[in-house]
């Protein structure tokens, strides 16, 4: 990693998180990746490695429902899906972790989604 890219910058960001963010049983991962057109949103426990919850603005409810908003609507409609799926497993409370991204625009309306639909982190 020596070449300052914009990924590895992010890349050495996430490692730094991840170092104390760690999802267990009670208090599961939710992590957030954003790529030029799409987010993704997935709830993991890491005692095990398997994912709980995930969503995306890829599946179909979602990309019919926004196809004419803005992505960073789309994101929230994102973190509300994960909220409700992580409401209907049984889990309440979660970890967050943005994965190197800065929190603002779609990582932050993601978690105000899932906050709105009732998840506490």
Known sequence: MGVKTKSNQRIRRKTRIRKRVMGTVERPRLSVFRSARHIYAQIIDDTCGC????ASSLET????????????????????????????????KVVFDRNG??????????????REAGLQF
């Open 51 to 54: 994912t709980l919850v995930a």
């Open 61 to 92: 409810d979602v990309a019919q429902t926004a196809a004419e908003k803005k992505k960073v609507d789309k994101a929230v409609m994102v973190g509300k899906l994960v909220a409700e799926r992580a409401k209907s497993k049984g889990i309440e």
């Open 101 to 114: 991204f800065l929190y603002h625009g779609r990582i932050k309306a993601v978690s105000d989604g899932a």
